[in-house]
């Protein structure tokens, strides 16, 4: 993946450290994810944060489906009102890789599109958010295979280029 951690709480040995420093009671939390930094990074002093993941659930137990613009928009109010130090995103990489673009023949070329298309709404979805957080002066980690296609896809280049945002291999 892109940040090459061995152990997921590495993560907090990161750039995080100094913003730690300025902001002990922010937290982190994690999207397209389920719990596995944000607990982590709470044992560590950071306040609570969230995970919100296909296999996660909201208040009401409803699952975080960002396929579905509801919970899209839910997870956009959760980010505004709790304005978490560091979003960790970690969306799902299949329809980028360099292995699924070798069995490409293999399915239906319109079904294989509708998949890629999907995908990518998710990664311009988790995009918008971290845009969020750089316009906010907080911070996100994206997580995805270095060499996955999603690295040129516009909204990926728009973030990049926003001051203070760097890639880490």
């Given at each position: ?20 420093a300025l902001d002990p009671q922010g937290s982190v939390s994690e999207i397209y994810s ?112 270095w060499l996955a296609r999603s690295w040129s896809l516009p909204c990926i280049r728009e ?11």
């Amino acid at each position: 993946s892109e940040m090459c951690i061995r152990d997921r709480s590495d993560i907090m040995s990161l750039h995080v450290g100094p913003a730690f420093a300025l902001d002990p009671q922010g937290s982190v939390s994690e999207i397209y994810s389920p719990p596995r930094i944000a607990p982590i990074a709470e044992k560590r002093g950071f306040a609570p944060g969230w995970s919100l993941d296909l296999t996660t659930t909201d208040a009401a137990g409803r699952p975080w489906d960002f396929s579905q613009h509801e919970s899209r928009e839910r997870a956009r109010k959760l980010l505004r009102e709790t304005k978490p130090l560091l979003l960790v995103g970690s969306p799902m990489c299949t329809w980028f890789s360099i292995l699924q673009n070798l069995n490409k023949h293999k399915i239906d070329s319109a079904e294989w599109e509708k998949r890629y298309r999907q995908a990518v709404e998710h990664i311009k979805f988790v995009f918008e958010l971290y845009d969020i957080q750089v316009r906010s002066g907080r911070y996100f980690l994206h997580e995805h295979p270095w060499l996955a296609r999603s690295w040129s896809l516009p909204c990926i280049r728009e973030v990049e280029a926003l001051p203070g945002v760097e890639k880490i291999r």
